[in-house]
Structure formats: C-alpha cells, structure tokens
C-alpha cells in the first residue's frame, strides 16, 4: 500500500549513507595500509597504493548502485519496481486535489496499461503520494521521490572526498614533475682529509661561487687565501664542487663561499671545517653511518627524524652507504626524474643542517638505479643513474681509485676506509652463488682493495671495510654477499692468509640494525634504515655466522668511538632508536678490543 512506498523511499537513505560509510573505510583501510605497514616493506607501499584505489572504487560503484539511477544513462530504464496498481493512484490524487476532474491537471499520471509495475518515471520529476484515508491517529504518509537530485548529492560528495583524500598520495607519487624544485638551493661539506676539503653548492641564481678561506687562530686582520672561482652551469644544474688542497691536519678552517650573479647580486656562505689528523697519527673520534632514506608523508615535515638525531649526535664525520634517493618508489617515472629527486633529499632541511655541519661521504646502492641492479656499467639507465649521482653526491667524495670509478679509500688518523662499489661491477644474480666467475666488485676493484689490507696491515690499527650490501652469511639473499659467495670468502681467506688484524665490516641496505661476529676476529656492523620502512620480518638465518645483537621495525641511527689513543686501542658501536624518544639511552652497546680483532679463523 502507499505506507509501504513511504517506508521504501526511506529506507533507501540507509543505503546511500552506508556507501559513504564504505568509502571512508576503504580509505581508512588505504592510510593503514600506505602510512603504517608501508614503514615496514617496500611492498606495502605498493599494496597499499593498489588497495586504496581499489577500494575507492568499489565503494563508489556501491554508491552509485545504491542511489537512485543517473540521468545521464538515458538507455537505463528505471528499475525500481513499485506494485501500485493505477486506480489506486488515480484514487489517491483525486483524494489530495479534492476535485477528480482536475486531478490529472495537478498531478502526472502514468498510463501503465497493461503492466502493472510503475516505471520509466522523470528523473527530473519529484511527486506525492498521500494517503486516500487518513491513518487511525491521523498521520498520514508523505514520500518524496526525487532521485535525480539524491543521486548527485551523494555522487558530488564521492567525488569530492575522493578527490581530497587522493590528492596526497598523486602528490606523492608524481612528485618529482609537479615539484621539480629548480630554484632550490643547498651546500654541502663532502670528503675531508689531513689536507684537503670539498664542499659541494647549488646556487641556481648565481652564476659563479668563489673561495676563500683562512685557519680560525688567525688574527681578524689577517688575509684571506682565495681559490680560483668555480662557474655554475645550467648543464650541470649550478651545481658545482670547490676543492681545497694543501690544508694543515688537525686545523680548524673558516670558509667563505661568495656566490655572484649579473650585476651586483652576491650571496655569501660560511663553513667551519676542522681537518682530520695526519696521516697515521693516534686519533680519538667518532661517527656515523647507515643507508636508506625515503622522504615520504607522514615523516618529512621539518626534516627526517634520523637526520635530526644524526645531527644532534655531533660526529666527527658522516657515511651514507646507499639508497639516498628511491628513485623507483612508488613508481619510476623517467629519467627526467633523477634531479628533483636529488634536489628534494638533499635540500631537506635536517640533512642540510648535517651535511653543513660535518663532513659527509656517500656509496651508492640499488635505489639510486632500480631495485637490486645487477646489470653492469653499460646500461642507459646505470648511465643516466651515474650522472645525477655524481653530481649531486658522488663528486663531493675522495677521488676514485681507477678512471670512472666511485669506490676510493681515506684516513682518519691511523684508522683506514675502503668505501667499495658494489652495484657497478656486479655480476647477474641469477648466476650460481658458488660460481668462480661471479663477481661482486669486478677483478680491478677486488685488487685494489686486496692491495689495500696489505698496505694498511701495519699502518692502520683499524681497517673498515664499508660495503653498501651486508656481509654476513646469515643475510642469505642473492642481492647481498650472501649471493657472491666465491668473492666474498677470497677476501676472507686473504685476510687470514696474510695475518691482517683489525678489520671490520660497516653495512647497510637491509632495513634492520644487526651485529654479526663473522669469524673469530672478524665483526659486521650494520644499519638502516636511517628515515625509511622498516623490515619486521628480517631474511636472516642463525648460522653460520653468530648474531651478536638484531633489532628491527624501527629507524636506527648510530654512534662509532675510535680511540687508539689509548695504551689498548678500542671501538665502542652505541645504536640508538629514531622511533623512541631522543633522551633515552641506545639500546646497543657493544665495545671491542684491537686484540679481540685478531686476523680470522675458521
């Protein structure tokens, strides 16, 4: 009866609402899976991005099937079925005009003839129906059909938050062409040895910086000593690296960077950088390092956190091991986007603060290229990679070893590093991890670094070795040592062979913090990541190797103390928590002795 029809058309707002209820979940459902699990895997990320769309869209297909049918489908029938039979509405018009014989003149009839099911009604039509006899309380019963309108209400409001909700992530995603950052500026101070300092300037609106610099104890009229201006080209995106030579060890300078443009326009920046001690002499200090930093929403308003600790950890001097940049998360868009992908990480203002605080050294690891690159040198994409990395990065490090090369070596003191590259000169990794002929860093480079640990054997009291990739045979996927497994124990035989003391491995990559005791005298450390996803789940084995400590699901930053000042030389790892706060203490020491770093044994 016409109660009934009331009772449908109201109950019909159930089932809209419940759509924008559903909406609101699956975006819901889209945060949980993008802003939280993403900390965790990589995948997630993905997942989350797939899922939020996915559910967005079967939520709007809900609401639209719920609503009443759009105008804008004129082949789509109505088909809502209503068994009012036609005397009966023709009673009940009559009844609300008071007048039969001008019923029709106020009301649209339909003809149903012989259907008795009510159809093809106006979208653009609303009509009431009122009771023939008022109801035993004397209510009577008004439904208001207006389907057209409802429908592009609710179809407004799903697009409307869609839209809103989607923006952040579009924004994300496409971020390097709706935010190339061309007119960013930033510094930074790079290698640092006994006598010599880089420092790296973007300077998009100047176009030459010019140097000059002079030791701290000088007096304030004391000249200034000038290094040959250095120009800011457009085809180097006015990036440009001035390098200092014939400094003092131990020295604390003043640097004075003077940035002109046509006319009169100047900008002047100022660097206190102390060199690090002669070659071989005792030295006493301490630093950092880690990989991989993904500035993403939630975490990069006012800087990575992991930076911020960093920072506030006042090392003598930063490593960076890889994965700076996800060139390939969520999605790789093109060459064209290696720039502003660089311009956003470097110019965060977190890393600025550190990397014009301390001096900064960088490797480069898969995400700089595509993920677990293995493809050699001679790829279009490695070559484009290569370009903006040493550009931004890696023309700021110690000069290479061989002629285009990124991997080299310095001193702090009498502690020694061998940066390694582990990503140019790399075998396939589907190639058997036993094989012979499958390499890590290519027959020149695991020379050179061979070469190296004899040089060094009685020089350096501490020898790292800093690899972007762990170590450990526990960490047993192919992207790691673990896959190039030949390579990885000739050096370990080498150091036993040749009675080389004092080694350690420096790691990242992996996204959790670990400690691995190797072999009797021989330790990894590794870490990351710095401000990215964490691993919840890490791929590593209990054996061979001994897992000395393992922590993972959060961010790790951390503290290295060298000290062979004293009479029992020693390092001390401290690992501190990004995620818990800053005041609480680190949640790893672990302190070794020269003598507990005795060449390994199997």
């Known amino acids: 009866d016409i109660k009934d029809l009331g009772s449908l058309a109201r109950s019909k707002l159930v ?6 209820v559903l909406q609101l979940l699956s975006f819901g459902l889209f945060f949980i899976f993008w802003a939280i699990f993403g900390w965790f895997s990589v995948h997630a990320i993905y997942t989350g991005i797939v899922a939020g769309f996915v559910l967005v869209t079967i939520s709007t297909i809900v609401a639209c099937g719920c609503s009443f049918v759009p105008d804008f489908a004129p082949t789509h029938t109505d088909t809502e079925v209503y068994t009012l039979q036609l005397d009966l509405l023709k009673r009940t018009f009559e009844s609300a005009s008071g007048r039969a014989d001008e019923a029709e003149s106020d009301f649209d009839t339909v003809d149903l003839g012989d259907d008795p099911e009510l159809s093809d009604l ?3 039509t609303s009509r009431e129906y009122r009771n023939s006899s008022p109801s035993a309380d004397g209510r009577k019963i008004k439904c208001r059909i207006d389907r057209a309108f409802k429908f592009r209400c609710l179809f407004l409001w799903v697009f409307i938050t869609s839209l ?17 950052m061309n007119d960013v500026e930033f510094t930074q101070i790079g290698a640092v040895t006994y006598d010599t300092v880089k420092i790296s300037y973007r300077l998009p609106a100047y176009k030459t910086i010019s140097l000059s610099y002079r030791d701290t104890l000088s007096s304030e009229t004391e000249s200034w000593t000038a290094v040959n201006p250095v120009d800011l080209v457009e085809a180097n995106d006015f990036v440009a690296v001035v390098t200092v030579r014939g400094l003092n060890p131990s020295t604390e300078y003043e640097f004075k960077g003077l940035a002109t443009a046509d006319g009169s326009s100047t900008k002047t920046i100022t660097h206190r950088i102390k060199t690090f001690p002669a070659l071989n002499s005792p030295a006493n200090f301490t630093f950092s390092f880690g990989s991989c930093v993904l500035r993403m929403y939630p975490r990069i308003f006012g800087g990575m956190e992991g930076y911020n600790r960093i920072y506030n950890i006042k090392p003598d001097f930063f490593m960076m091991l890889g994965d700076q940049i996800y060139i390939d998360s969520p999605l790789y868009l093109g060459p064209d986007t290696y720039p502003p992908k660089y311009r956003n990480a470097i110019s965060d203002v977190a890393y600025q603060k550190l ?12 995400h700089e290229i595509i993920n677990d690159y293995d493809q050699g040198p001679d790829t279009d994409l490695f070559k484009t990679a290569m370009l903006s990395w040493r550009r931004y990065t890696g023309s700021k490090n110690p000069d290479g070893l061989a002629l285009g090369s990124s991997y080299y070596h310095f001193h702090y003191g009498d502690v020694a590093f061998f940066v390694v590259d582990t990503r140019q000169f790399r075998s396939d990794e589907s190639i058997p991890r036993d094989s012979t002929t499958k390499t ?4 020149e480079q695991l020379n050179m670094l061979l070469e190296w640990l004899n040089v060094v054997k009685d020089t350096a009291k501490f020898k790292f070795i800093v690899s972007s990739v762990p170590f450990s045979l526990n960490t047993n996927f192919k992207d790691s040592w673990w896959g190039y497994g030949q390579e990885r124990n000739s050096i370990v035989n080498h150091l036993r062979a040749h009675n080389i003391s004092g080694v350690m491995i420096l790691s990242g990559d992996a996204h959790w913090s670990a400690i691995f005791k190797i072999q009797t005298g021989l330790y990894e450390f590794s870490n990351s990541p710095i401000d990215a ?4 789940m890490p791929k590593v084995t209990t054996e061979p190797d001994e897992i000395v400590t393992l922590q993972s699901g959060h961010r790790y930053v951390n503290r290295m103390t060298v000290n062979t000042k004293v009479s029992m030389p020693y390092v001390e790892y401290e690992l501190f928590d990004v995620d818990l706060d800053e005041a609480n203490p680190p949640i790893v020491t672990k302190r070794l002795k020269l003598a507990e770093l005795s060449p390994p044994s199997p």
């Open 15 to 20: 089932r809209p609402a419940a759509a924008v």
């Open 122 to 124: 106006s979208d653009s």
């Open 164 to 180: 809103v909700l989607m923006l952040p992530v579009v924004v994300y995603v496409y971020q390097p062409i709706l935010r190339p």
């Open 355 to 366: 990397a014009n605080s301390v001096p900064t050294f960088h490797i480069y690891d898969d």
């Open 440 to 443: 890590m860093l290519g027959a």
């Open 533 to 536: 996803f964490a691993n919840v």
